[in-house]
Nanobody, 115 residues
Framework: QAQVVESGGGLVQPGGSLRLSCTAS????????MGWYRQAPGRQRELVGLITSGGSTNYADSVKGRFTVSRDNARNTAYLQMNALKPDDTAMYYC?????????WGQGTQVTVSL
């Protein structure tokens, strides 16, 4: 059964860092694009960044230069390294596995940036 599970969220002070992990099972992991999205209260879900099967990445303008998406195909895991965090980065962060048939979403992990 295909499944996507995020981890690594938490409370961090402004300027701090966090690394989120996303483990996908039930897929040919090396063949799929992995994406990170976030949704803050009262806002629409937005793309944060993604990494294709070939390793190409794409980022939202708001996180360019601060966030990095990577993947470890041997571990079936994608990562979101977040540096220089700001209060505006506070949101629920979701991972998605994009297949030809559909997207599979995780349950999300909360990131809170606050003093």
């Amino acid at each position: 059964q295909a499944q996507v599970v995020e981890s690594g969220g938490g409370l961090v002070q402004p300027g701090g860092s966090l690394r989120l992990s996303c483990t996908a099972s039930g897929f040919i992991f090396s063949a799929i694009t992995m994406g990170w999205y976030r949704q803050a209260p009262g806002r629409q879900r937005e793309l944060v960044g993604l990494i294709t099967s070939g390793g190409s990445t794409n980022y939202a303008d708001s996180v360019k230069g601060r966030f990095t998406v990577s993947r470890d195909n041997a571990r079936n895991t994608a990562y979101l390294q977040m540096n220089a965090l700001k209060p505006d980065d506070t949101a629920m962060y979701y991972c998605t596995a994009r297949t030809l048939i559909r997207d599979y979403w995780g349950q999300g992990t909360q990131v809170t940036v606050s003093l």
